[in-house]
């Protein structure tokens, strides 16, 4: 049962700092890449920023040296430490697996066809 749990949002103003959490059901977690995505009123859901099993990191350039995206195997859990906020972050997060496809390219379409509620990630300019 694919289980995905985002909390962590909330209203911040530009230039602060948020961390989100992604709770995953331990198979899925233990098995697989995982990536957090955005989606802003309007515009489609897209890949922010993604972790291998392995610890191999990558994001999008727009988050590039503001953002880190951390797993912990204990707890099942994927981080987004999100820093130097700007408005443009605004949007609400999802997380779900993810496949990397080598060379640094990550496949757009998550591994599940499932997503969680989100968490809702506010900045005021």
């Known amino acids: 049962q694919v289980q995905l749990v985002e909390s962590g949002g909330g209203l911040v103003q530009a230039g602060g700092s948020l961390r989100l959490s992604c709770a995953a059901s331990?198979?899925?977690?233990?098995?697989?890449?995982m990536a957090w995505y955005r989606q802003a009123p309007g515009e489609q859901r897209a890949l922010v920023a993604a972790?291998?099993?392995?610890?191999?990191?990558d994001y999008v350039d727009s988050v590039k040296g503001r953002f880190t995206i951390s797993r912990s195997t204990d707890k099942n859990t994927v981080y987004l430490q999100m820093n130097s906020l700007k408005a443009e972050d605004t949007a609400t997060y999802y997380c779900?697996?993810?496949?990397?496809?080598?060379?640094?390219?990550?496949?757009?379409?998550?591994?599940?066809?499932?997503w969680g509620q989100g968490t809702q990630v506010t900045v005021s300019s």
């Open positions: 972790i291998t099993t392995g610890g191999r990191t």
């Open positions: 331990g198979s899925i977690f233990r098995l697989n890449d």
């Open positions: 779900n697996a993810a496949r990397y496809s080598g060379h640094g390219t990550w496949d757009l379409t998550p591994t599940y066809d499932y």
